[in-house]
């Protein structure tokens, strides 16, 4: 049945009711089809099978086809279950993965045992990413009440690497003042409501020092003192937690539900491990695409060409000049690698000096390249997606951690 895919629920291929069931109705169908085999179905069901009918009734009535919503079904599971990363057999714990980007958390936390009965991802690029990567389409804005109203009850986990521009050097560091910043109060509001074992959290680490530690401190207090949570705190290095040759710190704070996990004192980060990966290991041979090589006549080759000599480094370009990185590992990525601005990370090979490639960006953020799917989309989109991207084995420690203390 080559004919349905869940690109078909997408508004453009048929008139809906509402304005929310355009929304959400690629959203609401695959979480359907990814809890088929868990409570959490009947969470989706109703309004799935709405769209279900719909659909192939359309299709029969406009294409000519003969489906029955049976069989649409069937298939639909098939396209899920083949994805690159499907939910692992006989799952031990469910988790919710909020400001989900582009699924770093989810397959750190599947990796484990983990099941994912719910996903939010408001930007559209990297809802592509996340689709044909985990055959699911994430949830839209989670500041709405309608996308909330979406999320299952009684997971273990919510996961979330809440928007950090608001907190960033690179950003106005305004905080609460930002509206980006007031989207923990979203999650404030979940927790509140769901009450999970844990919250899992991940951010820039220039959150704890923000406002002279007021914006932390807020947090903090939050999560403790109005949720009832135990929260834990740590900056860590994916250099030296994760064994990936990337220095990028962030911070990370694990919470727990005191009267659901009263071993929670028992929790630990993860100890530092040896780094026996290198940049070579990361790094594609031979050429790479014409449009990632600095051209002679470019304005600033003259200092590239005197700064960058050697081939066992990545240097930054830093707007108007070259620094090289002396530590051996891949500087910081950061979201706006593609768009000219400066920290975009550099090397020369035997063919010239080149940007990273997209694929090298996100093995440096630790993803399985050869399996991770990186879908059509201008170069500048996806050194966004890796940059704006946590370290998955670095969370993948973390979480294992943390399921040591609640499985």
């Not at 599947?110 to 939010?120: L, R």
């Not at 530092?272 to 002679?296: F, M, R, W």
């Not at 200092?303 to 530590?327: A, C, F, G, H, P």
Request: proline residues 5%.
């Amino acid at each position: 049945m080559k004919e349905l895919s869940i690109e078909d629920f997408d508004t453009k291929k048929y008139k809906t009711r509402t304005v929310e069931e355009e929304d959400n109705k690629k959203a609401v169908v695959s979480h359907y089809l990814h809890n088929f085999y868990n409570e959490i179905k009947d969470h989706y069901e109703e309004e799935a099978t709405t769209y279900l009918k719909d659909i192939v009734d359309y299709k029969n009535e406009e294409e000519n086809l003969n489906i029955v919503s049976d069989s649409a079904v069937q298939y639909l599971l098939h396209e899920v279950e083949k994805s690159p990363f499907p939910t692992p057999q006989n799952p031990t714990f469910q988790f919710i993965d909020l400001f989900a980007g582009i699924g770093g958390f989810r397959i750190a936390l599947q990796n484990i045992g983990g099941e994912c009965v719910y996903t939010s991802e408001w930007n559209v690029d990297s809802q592509k990413t996340y689709q044909v990567n985990f055959g699911q389409f994430p949830f839209g804005d989670i500041t709405k009440k309608s996308t909330k109203n979406y999320i299952p009850d009684d997971f273990e986990i919510l996961c979330a690497g809440f928007p950090c521009q608001a907190f960033s050097i690179a950003g106005n560091r305004k905080g609460f003042q930002d509206t980006r910043g007031t989207l923990f109060f979203d999650l404030e509001e979940i927790i509140e409501t769901k009450r999970p074992r844990v919250v899992f959290l991940e951010n820039v680490k220039n959150l704890v020092s923000h406002d002279k530690g007021k914006t932390f401190k807020v947090i903090l207090e939050i999560l403790e003192e109005k949720l009832g949570y135990k929260a834990y705190t740590k900056i860590l290095n994916s250099s030296t937690h994760a064994n990936v040759p990337q220095n990028r710190e962030r911070i990370f704070i694990v919470a727990f539900d005191r009267e659901q996990v009263p071993n929670h004192e028992d929790f630990k980060f993860p100890e530092p491990i040896p780094l026996t990966k290198t940049i070579h290991d990361i790094l594609e041979k031979g050429k790479q695409a014409d449009n990632l090589y600095y051209k002679k006549d470019h304005q600033y080759y003259p200092e590239l060409e005197k700064t960058m000599t050697s081939k066992d480094t990545i240097y930054q370009w830093r707007r108007v000049y070259v620094r090289e990185n002396k530590s051996q590992v891949c500087p910081t990525l950061t979201a706006n690698m593609g768009t000219g601005g400066h920290n975009v990370p550099l090397i020369l090979d035997d063919y010239g000096i080149r940007k990273l490639t997209p694929k090298e960006c996100f093995a440096f953020q630790g993803y399985p390249t050869d399996k991770f799917i990186l879908p059509n989309l201008a170069n500048s989109k996806l050194y966004m997606q890796a940059g704006n991207s946590v370290t998955t084995p670095l969370i993948e420690r973390i979480a294992q951690k943390i399921i040591e203390i609640i499985v």
